[in-house]
């Protein structure tokens, strides 16, 4: 006995309809079960690309010291570092200060204790100039950290400075670019480099955007008054008054009042 040679009938004249023989926009023949598992093998390697990438920013940015030298301008940029890790940052690169960013007090008392000890211990001269990363700074916050560079500028035994926050990207970079414009010279296109994606990890998006945010509004205010060329800390002082709501204006640096 001979079977039949088409016993479902798959090759007559009525295919099933979940077969598709017509050549679609990809350019191949597709049924439509085939169809969807490209779709969803597609899906599947553009997600896992982004899970990836999403865990390693998270990997770096928060697992790691973040740590940056730059010899020439006399400062070293990092992560919050523990204990052991400041150290043996200090022996390395032969920091003579550090300027912290973070606060000290609640969830920031212990490593901002252990932080101080260390530098105690080592000789090394500790700034603390508290800034927030999610908004733009006010004024008095800004005024602490010229205080601090200020001082280190002064006195070439200061340096050079580790300058860190929680990450080292965000409150990190700005204040690195304070310090390459306005104490280094730098341009400011040279030093807005300091809020850099790569190697940094800086996110310009969202709220952590509000630190180039602050360089972009010295940035216009030089555009639309060419003849002042005043440096950041000059403009912060004259026309740059961001400030807690309820919060008095305090006396600038040189003990002058100013006023919008």
Same mark, same amino acid.
């Given at each position: 006995?001979?079977?039949?040679?088409d016993p479902k009938g798959i090759n007559t004249a009525s295919?099933?309809?979940? +077969?598709?023989?017509?050549?679609?926009?990809?350019?191949?023949?597709?049924?439509?079960?085939?169809?969807?598992?490209?779709? #969803?093998?597609?899906?599947?390697?553009?997600?896992?690309?982004?899970? +990836?990438?999403? #865990?390693?920013?998270?990997?770096?940015? #928060?697992?790691?010291?973040? %740590?940056?030298?730059?010899?020439?301008?006399?400062?070293?940029?990092?992560?919050?570092?523990?204990?052991?890790?400041?150290?043996?940052? +200090?022996?390395?690169?032969?920091?003579?200060?550090?300027?912290?960013?973070?606060?000290?007090?609640?969830?920031?008392?212990?490593?901002?204790?252990?932080?101080?000890?260390?530098?105690?211990?080592?000789?090394?001269?500790?700034?603390?100039?508290?800034?927030?990363?999610?908004?733009?700074?006010?004024?008095?916050?800004?005024? &602490?950290?010229? #205080?601090?560079?200020?001082?280190?500028? %002064?006195?070439?035994?200061?340096?050079?400075?580790?300058?860190?926050?929680?990450?080292?990207?965000?409150?990190?970079?700005? @204040?690195?670019?304070?310090?390459?414009?306005? !104490?280094?010279?730098?341009?400011?296109?040279?030093?807005?480099?300091?809020?850099?994606?790569?190697? /940094?990890?800086?996110?310009?998006?969202?709220?952590?955007?509000a630190m180039g945010d602050f360089l972009?509004?010295? &940035?216009?205010?030089?555009?639309?008054?060419?003849?002042?060329?005043?440096? +950041?800390?000059?403009? @912060?002082?004259?026309? /740059?008054?961001?400030?807690?709501?309820?919060?008095?204006?305090?006396?600038?640096?040189?003990?002058?009042? !100013?006023?919008?």
């Amino acid at each position: 006995m001979v079977a039949p040679s088409d016993p479902k009938g798959i090759n007559t004249a009525s295919s099933p309809g979940s +077969i598709d023989r017509a050549i679609d926009s990809w350019g191949f023949v597709f049924n439509k079960q085939q169809k969807r598992r490209v779709v #969803l093998a597609l899906a599947f390697f553009v997600g896992g690309g982004i899970v +990836i990438f999403a #865990l390693a920013f998270l990997l770096i940015r #928060l697992g790691g010291n973040n %740590l940056h030298a730059n010899d020439n301008a006399g400062f070293v940029r990092s992560a919050e570092l523990d204990g052991p890790a400041l150290a043996d940052a +200090i022996a390395v690169h032969k920091i003579r200060s550090v300027l912290r960013l973070v606060g000290t007090e609640g969830s920031d008392a212990q490593s901002y204790q252990s932080e101080r000890e260390v530098c105690e211990k080592l000789g090394v001269r500790h700034f603390v100039a508290k800034m927030a990363a999610t908004r733009l700074p006010y004024r008095s916050e800004i005024q &602490e950290v010229f #205080l601090a560079l200020d001082a280190i500028e %002064l006195d070439p035994n200061l340096q050079p400075v580790l300058i860190h926050c929680s990450a080292g990207s965000d409150r990190t970079g700005l @204040v690195s670019a304070i310090w390459l414009h306005d !104490y280094r010279g730098a341009s400011l296109e040279t030093a807005r480099q300091q809020l850099a994606w790569v190697p /940094y990890m800086h996110v310009s998006m969202g709220a952590a955007g509000a630190m180039g945010d602050f360089l972009d509004q010295y &940035e216009s205010f030089l555009k639309a008054n060419p003849r002042q060329n005043l440096l +950041i800390k000059d403009w @912060v002082k004259q026309h /740059y008054f961001e400030e807690k709501p309820g919060r008095q204006t305090k006396p600038w640096l040189d003990g002058n009042v !100013y006023r919008p």
